[in-house]
């Protein structure tokens, strides 16, 4: 997987190929969410979909709830991202 800083934060990110082939910023670490579809977190799950939810610890489960696993978007949570692009789709690594 192909590892690299972010230019804004400094943090460690990983470039996931979206569904679009385009390559998506994610923070590192997997994460359990739940899907919402209004959601405060913004995932990019294995097959590239990213997808709206709220993290496992975040919410009850209800019936038909299932936990999936995701890497957070990271142009959602970089605290740089929004101010230093117009365009948060297309970002660029360092
Ligand atoms: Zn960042």
Known sequence: ?????????????VWITS??????PCDPHPRYFVRRS????KLVI????V?????????FM???DREEIGRVAHFASCPGFKAGRS????????
């Open 87 to 94: 365009n948060p789709d297309r970002p660029r690594a360092v």
């Open 19 to 24: 569904r679009a082939e385009r390559p998506l």
């Open 1 to 13: 997987m192909n590892m690299s800083k972010c230019k804004y934060c400094g943090r460690e990110i």
């Open 38 to 41: 209004k959601g405060a977190q």
């Open 62 to 64: 209800a019936d038909g």
């Open 46 to 49: 294995l097959s590239g979909e």
């Open 51 to 59: 997808v709206t939810g709220e993290f496992l610890e975040d919410v």
